[in-house]
């Protein structure tokens, strides 16, 4: 019986990936670009084991073991940088991601066609904004001597602030620019999940006497659940990454900002930038203790989002 039971999964298989032959192979060109730039490359994590020399092909080189690993960890910096790191990329968890699917929900609750459509263009708009540009904008703003908002706070009798030597401002700053550029942009995926929803549930609701906001909660933010914990589980992935073209588009190599804006890729890139082939093999140890940890990370919340009966990845 079993036997059978199976040969039916496996013709059934088979039927299921012939009718959608032509879907399968649209994959084949993201896949393929996947393998040549994503993990073909990763070859170079041995560096990270060896005394790298260019003059010596990379897997004849002398293997060290963990000695660039324990060097990173006796660096007096880098817990400094996990700090900023893991609080940035916190704030952006705790405070972006809820706000995201507040921001889809009130565009979703627009019911002037016109209106929600000039709405979704705007605040998608910053994402399309290089972060070098963003730079330059945020000069303009925050000069110390002619920025836009000092002149404002000099207007309202106020001492103007030299925002680009007070690190502890930079959190707050960090975290603003990449909302206003990117959490238009992330209501996308939600948006699109609206589209699923009967709107006969919303009719029945409404003929319960269910207000729009009781509509959202008990049926919007269900019928998105699985969107939205996907989502997290993704994010949850990123709290040990962090945004180093926004950081070094609008800090650079500010060492004023450290305190607040040395992150672990920025460091990295500080090592890799020097030119000094001894520097690359502890750039590529903390590259990869970056991406072991996010995806344990992915793992971890993969795992409790499927034992609290949530979507998970697999």
């Known amino acids: 019986m079993d036997t059978l039971m199976e040969k039916k999964k496996k013709h059934n298989k088979k039927v299921y990936v012939k009718n959608n032959f032509g879907l399968?192979?649209?994959?084949?060109?993201?896949?393929?670009?996947?393998?040549?730039?994503?993990?073909?490359?990763?070859?170079?994590?041995?560096?990270?084991?060896?005394?790298?020399?260019?003059?010596?092909?990379?897997f004849q080189s002398e293997y060290v073991g963990g000695l660039w690993f324990s060097l990173m960890f006796e660096d007096p910096l880098l817990w400094k940088m996990v700090r900023n790191t893991l609080v940035i990329s916190s704030m952006k968890i705790f405070i972006m991601f809820?706000?995201?699917?507040?921001?889809?929900?009130?565009?979703?609750?627009?019911?002037?066609?016109?209106?929600?459509?000039?709405?979704?263009?705007?605040?998608?708009?910053?994402?399309?904004?290089?972060?070098?540009?963003?730079?330059?904008?945020?000069?303009?703003?925050?000069?110390?001597?002619?920025?836009?908002?000092?002149?404002?706070?000099?207007?309202?009798?106020?001492?103007?602030?030299?925002?680009?030597?007070?690190?502890?401002?930079?959190?707050?700053?960090?975290?603003?620019?990449?909302?206003?550029?990117?959490?238009?942009?992330?209501t996308i995926v939600y948006i699109a999940g609206f589209s699923a929803i009967d709107t006969q549930l919303y009719e029945a609701a409404k003929i319960d006497g269910a207000s729009r906001l009781r509509q959202a909660w008990c049926i919007t933010l269900p019928a998105i659940s699985p969107i939205i914990s996907i989502t997290l589980i993704l994010t949850v992935g990123k709290i040990f990454q962090d945004d180093f073209e926004q950081i070094y588009a609008l800090v650079g190599e500010n060492d004023i900002l450290s305190e607040t804006t040395a992150v672990i890729s920025t460091k990295i890139y500080q090592y890799a930038s020097t030119g000094r082939y001894d520097q690359f093999p502890i750039s590529t140890a903390m590259g990869l203790v970056q991406g072991v940890v996010s995806f344990v990370l992915i793992a971890l919340s993969n795992m409790t989002a499927k034992k609290l009966g949530y979507e998970s990845l697999w």
């Open 24 to 58: 399968y192979l649209m994959l084949v060109p993201g896949l393929l670009s996947m393998i040549i730039f994503t993990f073909v490359p990763m070859y170079g994590f041995y560096m990270a084991f060896v005394n790298y020399s260019p003059s010596v092909p990379l």
């Open 98 to 186: 809820p706000l995201t699917i507040v921001l889809a929900l009130l565009i979703n609750e627009v019911e002037v066609r016109l209106f929600k459509r000039v709405f979704q263009s705007v605040s998608y708009l910053p994402n399309f904004i290089s972060w070098i540009i963003i730079s330059g904008m945020m000069i303009i703003l925050l000069d110390s001597d002619n920025g836009i908002l000092n002149q404002l706070i000099l207007a309202f009798g106020g001492k103007p602030v030299s925002w680009y030597s007070d690190p502890s401002k930079w959190y707050v700053i960090l975290l603003l620019t990449n909302m206003w550029k990117n959490i238009g942009w992330g």
